[in-house]
């Protein structure tokens, strides 16, 4: 079973199959909500544990009355300007979600996708699908249809949907009010930037504060994920070849023989876009080392650098 067209993959979904369908931001593992069978077919296809939560995708705003008992109107507003788009929003989710899309927790994440594809299909299925990334879990995130096809060794049916725009996960937010003021919390970076959360929010003239949180608000978001093959390693300042390796070697144990080093250009939406590709590709060269020098750290680089450094399993000072 491998690749099918977007009707094939509606009758499959409806049938409570999971599928691999193109997003914007990555290739999703994508099963019906109101299916239990759909939904323990992507913990376990993935292998990914009980205690990391879903995203619910949505075709509109309109589905969310049935599965948020709360749209806060910060997120009124950004669904107006991002939606669709890789921007997901976390609120308390009503009875129709079921537990083991949110692990339990009384929240669900939704969002709704911008890729062609992604919208025919939730469509014509005419129910919301949840989705994690299309890959084992902690390991990096599918951006092509072939990347779906070897993770799972061809073992699931995947509609495809050429590469993707934007290359990274989305942006996953929470929200609430004290006093007059939004308190916006970033859980994960992502595609959608916090430029461009501030700049919506200050149009609107909403009272606001954002912030990044680093914390079990986002369960899914570990310390180590999205790791290639191959070892990813840091530098925070350019070292030779051979120091590399011996340091390396040493700290990693593995036998390691060529650098390859991942330039990143100068382009935040480029290095992300192709992030995950280059790690797949550099991970085919045996007994190889992925180095990425720590430069172009400002805030536009943040959902790029939260990536390498959960990719990495090392960092050379
Ligand atoms: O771009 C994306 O978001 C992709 C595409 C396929 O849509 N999906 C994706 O899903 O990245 P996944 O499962 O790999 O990541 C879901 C993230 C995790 O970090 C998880 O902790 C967080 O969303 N999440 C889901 N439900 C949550 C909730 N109720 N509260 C807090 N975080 C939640
Ligand atoms: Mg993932």
Redesign the pocket.
């Known amino acids: 079973m491998s690749y099918v067209s977007v009707d094939e993959a509606v009758n499959l979904l409806r049938s409570g199959q999971v599928v691999g369908v193109p997003?914007e931001?990555?290739?999703?593992?994508a099963g019906r909500i109101d299916s239990e069978q759909a939904l323990r077919a992507i913990f376990s296809t993935k292998q990914?544990p009980f205690f990391?939560?879903?995203?619910v995708?949505v075709f509109s705003a309109q589905s969310i009355s049935e599965l948020a008992v709360e749209w806060p109107l910060v997120f009124q507003k950004l669904a107006n300007k991002f939606w669709p788009g890789?921007l997901?929003m976390?609120t308390r989710?009503t009875e129709a979600v079921s537990s083991l899309?949110?692990?339990g927790?009384e929240?669900?994440?939704l969002?709704c996708?911008r890729h062609p594809k992604a919208l025919e299909i939730l469509q014509k299925l005419g129910v919301p699908f949840a989705?994690?990334?299309?890959n084992r879990f902690g390991r990096t995130?599918p951006t092509l249809a072939e990347h779906v096809e070897t993770e799972f060794s061809g073992s699931v049916p995947i509609v495809d949907g050429g590469p993707c725009e934007?290359g990274?996960?989305?942006t996953?937010i929470?929200a609430h009010q004290e006093r007059d003021i939004w308190k916006v919390r970033i859980?994960?970076p992502?595609?959608v930037s916090r430029q461009e959360l501030e700049h919506e929010l200050e149009s609107q003239g909403l009272n606001f504060t954002i912030e990044r949180v680093e914390s079990s608000?986002?369960?899914?978001?570990l310390k180590t994920h999205y790791q290639p093959s191959n070892p990813v390693v840091i530098l925070t300042k350019d070292l030779s070849d051979a120091e590399i390796l011996a340091r390396a070697r040493k700290e990693l144990g593995r036998n390691l023989v060529h650098v390859d080093r991942l330039d990143l250009g100068d382009e935040p939406a480029l290095a992300a876009r192709f992030l995950y590709q280059r790690f797949r590709e550099l991970s085919q060269i045996e007994n190889g080392l992925i180095v990425v020098v720590k430069t172009r750290t400002n805030i536009n680089w943040e959902a790029i650098w939260d990536r390498i450094e959960r990719a990495s399993t090392l960092t050379l000072n």
């Open positions: 997003t931001t990555v290739y999703g593992l990914r990391d939560p879903l995203i995708h890789p997901t976390v989710k899309i949110t692990s927790l929240t669900v994440a969002r996708p989705a994690p990334s299309a995130s934007v990274l996960e989305s996953v929470d859980l994960r992502g595609g608000a986002s369960p899914g978001h």
